[in-house]
Protein backbone atom coordinates (compact mmCIF):
# COMPACT_ATOMS: atom_id res chain seq x y z
CA UNK A 1 0.00 0.00 0.00
CA UNK A 2 2.65 2.41 0.93
CA UNK A 3 4.35 1.93 -2.71
CA UNK A 4 1.04 2.18 -4.33
CA UNK A 5 0.67 5.48 -1.98
CA UNK A 6 4.29 6.70 -2.70
CA UNK A 7 3.86 6.21 -6.91
CA UNK A 8 0.76 8.01 -6.89
CA UNK A 9 2.40 11.00 -4.96
CA UNK A 10 4.58 10.85 -7.45
CA UNK A 11 2.85 10.96 -10.49
CA UNK A 12 0.89 13.86 -9.00
CA UNK A 13 3.97 15.75 -8.04
CA UNK A 14 5.62 15.67 -11.88
CA UNK A 15 1.40 16.07 -13.42
CA UNK A 16 1.73 19.63 -11.36
CA UNK A 17 5.28 20.40 -12.30
CA UNK A 18 4.22 19.47 -16.43
CA UNK A 19 1.10 21.56 -16.00
CA UNK A 20 3.30 24.81 -14.19
CA UNK A 21 5.54 24.52 -17.01
CA UNK A 22 2.74 24.68 -19.72
CA UNK A 23 1.56 27.61 -17.92
CA UNK A 24 4.41 28.99 -18.38
CA UNK A 25 5.54 28.34 -21.49
CA UNK A 26 2.50 29.17 -22.95
CA UNK A 27 2.09 32.56 -21.49
CA UNK A 28 5.83 33.37 -22.40
CA UNK A 29 4.87 32.45 -25.76
CA UNK A 30 1.68 35.05 -25.46
CA UNK A 31 4.02 37.68 -24.36
CA UNK A 32 6.21 37.34 -27.31
CA UNK A 33 3.98 36.89 -29.38
CA UNK A 34 2.16 40.20 -28.36
CA UNK A 35 5.41 42.21 -28.05
CA UNK A 36 6.59 40.33 -31.61
CA UNK A 37 3.23 41.65 -33.51
CA UNK A 38 2.92 45.15 -31.43
CA UNK A 39 -0.65 44.00 -30.54
CA UNK A 40 -2.72 47.02 -29.93
CA UNK A 41 -0.16 49.06 -31.29
CA UNK A 42 -1.33 51.11 -34.36
CA UNK A 43 -0.73 54.21 -36.92
CA UNK A 44 -3.42 56.70 -38.22
CA UNK A 45 -3.49 56.63 -42.24
CA UNK A 46 -2.73 60.30 -43.05
CA UNK A 47 -4.22 61.65 -45.51
CA UNK A 48 -2.36 62.00 -48.64
CA UNK A 49 -4.05 63.69 -51.27
CA UNK A 50 -2.65 66.40 -53.49
CA UNK A 51 0.66 65.45 -52.26
CA UNK A 52 3.38 64.74 -54.76
CA UNK A 53 4.92 61.48 -54.40
CA UNK A 54 8.26 62.46 -52.52
CA UNK A 55 5.90 64.42 -50.14
CA UNK A 56 3.72 61.36 -49.70
CA UNK A 57 7.36 59.37 -48.96
CA UNK A 58 8.45 61.84 -46.68
CA UNK A 59 5.24 62.27 -44.32
CA UNK A 60 4.84 58.31 -44.47
CA UNK A 61 8.59 56.80 -43.91
CA UNK A 62 9.13 59.45 -40.46
CA UNK A 63 5.19 57.24 -39.62
CA UNK A 64 6.80 54.46 -40.51
CA UNK A 65 4.89 53.24 -43.27
CA UNK A 66 5.61 52.36 -46.54
CA UNK A 67 3.90 53.71 -50.21
CA UNK A 68 3.55 52.07 -53.85
CA UNK A 69 2.07 53.86 -56.76
CA UNK A 70 -0.45 51.10 -58.04
CA UNK A 71 -2.02 53.01 -61.35
CA UNK A 72 -2.57 56.84 -62.59
CA UNK A 73 -4.88 58.76 -64.23
CA UNK A 74 -5.17 61.86 -66.35
CA UNK A 75 -6.98 65.17 -65.36
CA UNK A 76 -5.92 68.25 -66.36
CA UNK A 77 -8.22 69.92 -63.54
CA UNK A 78 -5.65 68.32 -60.60
CA UNK A 79 -1.82 69.48 -60.02
CA UNK A 80 0.09 66.61 -62.45
CA UNK A 81 2.01 63.88 -60.22
CA UNK A 82 -0.70 64.78 -57.83
CA UNK A 83 -2.04 61.58 -55.35
CA UNK A 84 -6.03 61.18 -55.95
CA UNK A 85 -6.44 58.32 -54.26
CA UNK A 86 -4.91 55.95 -51.84
CA UNK A 87 -5.68 52.86 -49.97
CA UNK A 88 -6.32 52.10 -46.69
CA UNK A 89 -8.08 55.37 -46.82
CA UNK A 90 -7.47 58.69 -44.45
CA UNK A 91 -8.11 57.68 -40.61
CA UNK A 92 -7.78 53.92 -41.07
CA UNK A 93 -5.85 51.82 -38.14
CA UNK A 94 -2.61 49.84 -39.36
CA UNK A 95 0.15 48.59 -38.01
CA UNK A 96 4.12 50.08 -38.81
CA UNK A 97 5.52 48.91 -42.21
CA UNK A 98 1.88 48.85 -43.66
CA UNK A 99 2.40 49.51 -47.57
CA UNK A 100 -0.39 52.52 -48.69
CA UNK A 101 -1.13 52.23 -52.26
CA UNK A 102 -1.78 55.07 -54.27
CA UNK A 103 -3.09 56.67 -57.61
CA UNK A 104 -1.37 59.54 -58.81
CA UNK A 105 -2.69 61.95 -61.26
CA UNK A 106 0.14 61.66 -64.66
CA UNK A 107 2.14 64.57 -65.74
CA UNK A 108 0.88 64.07 -68.92
CA UNK A 109 -2.89 62.36 -70.94
CA UNK A 110 -1.82 58.79 -72.09
CA UNK A 111 -3.04 57.98 -75.57
CA UNK A 112 -4.84 54.93 -76.84
CA UNK A 113 -4.67 53.38 -80.47
CA UNK A 114 -8.14 53.90 -81.72
CA UNK A 115 -9.55 50.33 -83.07
CA UNK A 116 -10.86 49.84 -86.53
CA UNK A 117 -14.96 50.06 -85.85
CA UNK A 118 -15.95 51.48 -89.29
CA UNK A 119 -19.09 48.91 -90.34
CA UNK A 120 -19.02 47.22 -86.82
CA UNK A 121 -22.59 47.14 -84.88
CA UNK A 122 -23.36 49.69 -82.86
CA UNK A 123 -23.49 48.18 -79.51
CA UNK A 124 -19.80 46.30 -80.01
CA UNK A 125 -18.51 49.71 -80.93
CA UNK A 126 -20.04 51.18 -77.41
CA UNK A 127 -18.36 48.43 -75.26
CA UNK A 128 -15.34 48.50 -77.50
CA UNK A 129 -14.56 52.31 -77.21
CA UNK A 130 -16.13 52.24 -73.46
CA UNK A 131 -13.33 49.31 -72.56
CA UNK A 132 -10.32 51.66 -74.45
CA UNK A 133 -11.51 54.62 -72.03
CA UNK A 134 -13.01 56.43 -74.19
CA UNK A 135 -16.18 59.03 -73.36
CA UNK A 136 -18.94 58.54 -75.61
CA UNK A 137 -20.05 61.48 -77.38
CA UNK A 138 -23.49 62.21 -80.14
CA UNK A 139 -25.34 59.57 -81.90
CA UNK A 140 -26.28 60.87 -85.72
CA UNK A 141 -27.54 59.47 -88.31
CA UNK A 142 -26.29 59.43 -92.23
CA UNK A 143 -28.25 57.73 -95.28
CA UNK A 144 -26.91 54.27 -95.92
CA UNK A 145 -29.05 51.26 -96.47
CA UNK A 146 -27.35 49.95 -93.57
CA UNK A 147 -29.49 50.43 -90.24
CA UNK A 148 -27.46 51.41 -86.99
CA UNK A 149 -24.32 50.39 -88.81
CA UNK A 150 -21.19 52.57 -87.98
CA UNK A 151 -20.21 54.76 -90.72
CA UNK A 152 -17.86 56.88 -89.35
CA UNK A 153 -16.47 57.87 -86.03
CA UNK A 154 -15.55 61.72 -85.24
CA UNK A 155 -13.37 63.85 -82.50
CA UNK A 156 -13.78 66.87 -82.05
CA UNK A 157 -15.63 67.04 -85.81
CA UNK A 158 -12.94 65.19 -87.67
CA UNK A 159 -13.36 61.79 -88.98
CA UNK A 160 -11.14 59.48 -86.94
CA UNK A 161 -8.88 57.01 -88.86
CA UNK A 162 -8.02 52.96 -87.31
CA UNK A 163 -4.78 52.89 -85.34
CA UNK A 164 -4.40 56.72 -84.87
CA UNK A 165 -3.82 57.95 -81.15
CA UNK A 166 -5.78 59.69 -79.41
CA UNK A 167 -5.62 61.01 -75.69
CA UNK A 168 -7.17 58.18 -73.35
CA UNK A 169 -11.43 59.84 -72.22
CA UNK A 170 -11.30 61.56 -75.61
CA UNK A 171 -14.99 62.17 -76.35
CA UNK A 172 -15.96 60.35 -79.55
CA UNK A 173 -19.15 60.89 -81.77
CA UNK A 174 -20.23 57.68 -83.62
CA UNK A 175 -22.14 58.09 -86.93
CA UNK A 176 -25.16 55.09 -87.97
CA UNK A 177 -26.56 54.59 -91.32
CA UNK A 178 -30.01 55.49 -91.12
CA UNK A 179 -31.35 52.69 -93.58
CA UNK A 180 -33.28 55.17 -95.68
CA UNK A 181 -35.32 56.24 -93.66
CA UNK A 182 -36.76 57.34 -89.97
CA UNK A 183 -37.45 55.14 -87.10
CA UNK A 184 -39.14 55.74 -84.08
CA UNK A 185 -37.98 53.93 -80.61
CA UNK A 186 -39.59 53.57 -77.50
CA UNK A 187 -37.84 55.53 -74.46
CA UNK A 188 -36.78 53.58 -72.04
CA UNK A 189 -37.83 54.53 -68.13
CA UNK A 190 -35.32 55.56 -66.26
CA UNK A 191 -36.77 56.75 -63.29
CA UNK A 192 -35.47 55.62 -60.07
CA UNK A 193 -32.43 54.57 -61.67
CA UNK A 194 -28.41 55.32 -61.23
CA UNK A 195 -26.89 58.01 -63.13
CA UNK A 196 -24.84 56.01 -65.02
CA UNK A 197 -27.56 52.82 -65.46
CA UNK A 198 -30.00 55.70 -66.91
CA UNK A 199 -26.97 56.46 -69.13
CA UNK A 200 -26.64 53.33 -70.84
CA UNK A 201 -30.02 52.59 -70.77
CA UNK A 202 -30.33 55.32 -73.15
CA UNK A 203 -27.64 54.62 -74.94
CA UNK A 204 -28.40 51.60 -75.82
CA UNK A 205 -31.69 52.22 -77.22
CA UNK A 206 -30.21 54.63 -79.87
CA UNK A 207 -30.89 58.00 -78.04
CA UNK A 208 -28.37 61.04 -77.25
CA UNK A 209 -28.07 62.53 -73.61
CA UNK A 210 -29.16 65.76 -73.41
CA UNK A 211 -28.70 68.04 -70.05
CA UNK A 212 -28.07 65.91 -67.25
CA UNK A 213 -29.77 68.78 -64.58
CA UNK A 214 -29.18 68.11 -60.75
CA UNK A 215 -31.32 69.92 -57.53
CA UNK A 216 -30.01 71.11 -54.80
CA UNK A 217 -29.10 68.18 -53.35
CA UNK A 218 -25.94 67.25 -55.59
CA UNK A 219 -22.35 67.54 -54.81
CA UNK A 220 -19.10 66.43 -56.64
CA UNK A 221 -18.83 63.72 -53.93
CA UNK A 222 -22.55 61.88 -54.37
CA UNK A 223 -23.10 62.80 -58.03
CA UNK A 224 -21.74 59.38 -59.12
CA UNK A 225 -24.90 57.60 -57.10
CA UNK A 226 -27.47 60.29 -58.04
CA UNK A 227 -30.86 58.85 -58.69
CA UNK A 228 -33.25 59.77 -61.75
CA UNK A 229 -36.01 61.83 -61.21
CA UNK A 230 -37.47 63.01 -64.06
CA UNK A 231 -36.64 62.66 -67.29
CA UNK A 232 -37.74 64.77 -70.72
CA UNK A 233 -39.55 63.39 -72.79
CA UNK A 234 -41.17 60.98 -70.47
CA UNK A 235 -42.35 57.38 -71.78
CA UNK A 236 -45.60 58.08 -73.15
CA UNK A 237 -44.78 58.49 -76.89
CA UNK A 238 -42.20 56.81 -79.48
CA UNK A 239 -39.17 59.26 -80.09
CA UNK A 240 -36.87 59.36 -83.55
CA UNK A 241 -33.26 57.20 -83.08
CA UNK A 242 -30.65 59.70 -82.31
CA UNK A 243 -33.36 61.83 -80.55
CA UNK A 244 -32.10 63.92 -77.31
CA UNK A 245 -32.74 62.86 -73.36
CA UNK A 246 -33.13 65.38 -70.52
CA UNK A 247 -31.98 63.58 -66.90
CA UNK A 248 -32.99 65.35 -63.58
CA UNK A 249 -30.63 63.69 -60.71
CA UNK A 250 -31.20 64.16 -57.01
CA UNK A 251 -29.66 62.72 -53.99
CA UNK A 252 -32.97 64.25 -52.05
CA UNK A 253 -34.18 61.04 -49.89
CA UNK A 254 -37.80 62.27 -49.76
CA UNK A 255 -37.62 63.14 -53.78
CA UNK A 256 -35.85 58.91 -54.11
CA UNK A 257 -39.30 57.90 -51.72
CA UNK A 258 -41.67 59.95 -53.85
CA UNK A 259 -40.55 57.52 -56.93
CA UNK A 260 -42.01 54.36 -55.14
CA UNK A 261 -45.55 55.48 -56.27
CA UNK A 262 -44.62 55.73 -60.07
CA UNK A 263 -42.22 52.38 -59.89
CA UNK A 264 -45.45 50.39 -59.00
CA UNK A 265 -47.53 51.84 -61.24
CA UNK A 266 -44.99 50.95 -64.00
Known amino acids: MKKTSAKFNFFLLNLLVALILICGISTYVLYWLDDYTEHGTFITVPSL ?7 ALTITTQMGLKIQVIDSLYDDHIKPGAIVEQYPTPGSYVKEGRILHLTINACHPEKVIFPNLKNAAYRQTLQTLESRGFQIGKIEY ?3 EFRNLVLALKHNGMDILPNELLVKGATIDIILGDGNS ?12 KLKEAINLLRKSYLNIGEIIPDGSITSENRTN ?4 QQNPDTEFPIEQGSTIDIYITSDNKKIAALDTILIKK
Open 182 to 193: NTTVAVPFILGK
Open 226 to 229: SIVY
Open 49 to 55: QDFTQEE
Open 142 to 144: MPS
